[in-house]
């Protein structure tokens, strides 16, 4: 029971996520089709930063609140998760992140001119600036979750506002070369329901190389030897 607990998590934090954050996406083109300013890219990040804090809070202490493959992948090679464990809570991310892409395609049907704000590369990025900009942004993001959730020397009381902040600046920097995604189940929901899959693998591939090497300089540089699991 305890181990459904955990994938029920995973599937509502990764909701969350995309209802919330991808979801400020299509408020802000609804927004800005009637003559309003919208949210821009400030008020997007931090829809994406602060429903990060929220689930980290509520949901941390259930499953940890990976809600993005690339931590539980890097968690697999780190040794910190079981490689069955760590597939169910993918199937349980991305599934999350696929009722949240069609409920936004319901609610928002005009937003699929903005493929219901999934990433896309910015105008003239090529696939490799986007791919560097999301293993980048993706190593700071799981580092700082080695570091502050993973780590019993870190402070966990602070551990949910650090990796919301660290999402939200992610998504200030990579905004305009990448989408700032960090994770490949909030760019999986919303083009699963929209269709849209060019140059998709550039939000798997990024941020799971990103969070990969992560979590192995973490181990091998920072981590107490004596303590690890």
């Known amino acids: 029971m305890d181990a459904y607990?955990?994938?029920?998590?995973?599937?509502?934090g990764t909701f969350a996520l995309i209802f919330i954050g991808s979801g400020s996406v299509c408020a802000d083109y609804y927004l800005t089709q009637a003559g309003s300013p919208g949210f821009g890219l400030l008020g997007i990040a931090i829809a994406f930063g602060?429903?990060?804090?929220?689930?980290?809070?509520?949901?941390?202490?259930i499953s940890g609140a990976h809600i993005n493959p690339a931590v539980t992948v890097s968690m697999v090679v780190s040794n910190r998760m079981d490689a069955q464990t760590g597939?169910?809570?993918i199937v349980s991310q991305l599934s999350g992140a696929a009722v949240g892409g069609y409920l936004l395609k319901m609610l928002f049907p005009a937003a699929m001119a903005v493929n219901l704000g999934t990433c896309d590369l910015g105008g003239g990025v090529s696939i490799?600036?986007?791919?560097?900009?999301?293993?980048?942004i993706t190593f700071i993001l799981v580092f700082v979750v080695y570091a502050t959730v993973?780590?019993?020397?870190?402070?966990?009381?602070?551990?949910?506002?650090?990796?919301?902040?660290?999402?939200l600046f992610g998504v200030m920097v990579g905004g305009t070369i990448s989408g700032?995604?960090?994770?490949?189940?909030?760019?999986?929901?919303?083009?699963?329901a929209s269709g849209h899959f060019i140059n998709h693998y550039v939000w798997w591939l990024g941020p799971i190389?990103?969070?990969?090497?992560?979590?192995?300089?973490?181990?091998?540089?920072f981590a107490e030897k004596d303590k690890k699991k």
């Open 5 to 12: 607990r955990r994938y029920v998590s995973e599937f509502l």
């Open 180 to 192: 700032g995604s960090m994770n490949p189940a909030r760019v999986f929901g919303p083009a699963l």
């Open 87 to 89: 597939f169910m809570y």
């Open 128 to 136: 490799m600036q986007a791919l560097i900009m999301e293993a980048i």
């Open 50 to 61: 602060f429903v990060v804090v929220a689930v980290a809070y509520s949901l941390g202490y």
């Open 209 to 221: 190389a990103g969070g990969v090497m992560a979590g192995l300089v973490y181990e091998n540089f």
């Open 150 to 167: 993973i780590d019993k020397r870190a402070t966990p009381a602070l551990a949910g506002l650090a990796i919301g902040l660290v999402v």
